[in-house]
T-cell receptor, first 113, second 112 residues
């Protein structure tokens, strides 16, 4: 079955430290891949997406993600985290006939001052 | 730009009551979705509509019905609410294959 896995439920980092959030997918073919962010009480906002081509994708708010076909991964990174980055992060994938977005369970990012 | 608008934002229901969650998008998107978000479960698809006039079940459709009223509007109905339906509900729309989904602000529903 197609699925998206985010292995880390919570991640705690200090402000200014680097960040990597993990995402693995299980699909027959490479799906379209997305990272979303959800601030408390808000809807989901797209950070970045990967369809094809360059495997390093730049997004908004200083985020980037790297697609690695060999590892079926699409990890999200940021060189220096700000307190305002504290939020829930969701990885999603879409493939197949209907391309319905399927989401991972999310990773909660906590930023210490 | 309104994007995807959901109403209401908050609702408390008693067990057995019915209600309809409204969703409208102004981006002329073909596909629309209803997800529920529960702690530790991520977003799970309830129903979707690939295009006007079509609806299909998602992962967790039991206890829900939907109507794709026109291209803009996609409503979710709870006929007899149960405490297990306490959740945050998100509507989303998407232009087409591979494009990103745009989300509403969510409806926080509590069933007591």
């Amino acid at each position: 079955a197609q699925s998206v896995t985010q292995p880390d439920i919570h991640i705690t980092v200090s402000e200014g430290a680097s960040l990597e959030l993990r995402c693995n997918y299980s699909y027959g073919a490479t799906p379209y891949l997305f990272w979303y962010v959800q601030s408390p009480g808000q809807g989901l906002q797209l950070l970045l997406k990967y369809f094809s081509g360059d495997t390093l994708v730049q997004g908004i708010k200083g985020f980037e993600a790297e697609f690695k076909r060999s590892q079926s991964s699409f990890n999200l990174r940021k060189p220096s985290v700000h307190w305002s980055d504290a939020a829930e992060y969701f990885c999603a994938a879409a493939s197949g006939g209907s391309y319905i977005p399927t989401f991972g369970r999310g990773t909660s990012l906590i930023v210490h001052p | 730009n309104a994007g995807v608008t959901q109403t209401p934002k908050f609702q408390v229901l008693k067990t057995g009551q019915s209600m309809t969650l409204q969703c409208a998008q102004d981006m002329n998107h073909n596909s629309m979705y209803w997800y529920r978000q529960d702690p530790g479960m991520g977003l799970r698809l309830i129903y979707y509509s690939a295009s006007e006039g079509t609806t299909d079940k998602g992962e967790v459709p039991n206890g829900y019905n939907v109507s794709r009223l026109n291209k803009r509007e996609f409503s979710l109905r709870l006929e007899s609410a149960a405490p297990s339906q306490t959740s945050v509900y998100f509507c989303a729309s998407r232009e087409g294959q591979g494009s990103e989904a745009f989300f509403g602000q969510g409806t926080r529903l509590t069933v007591v």
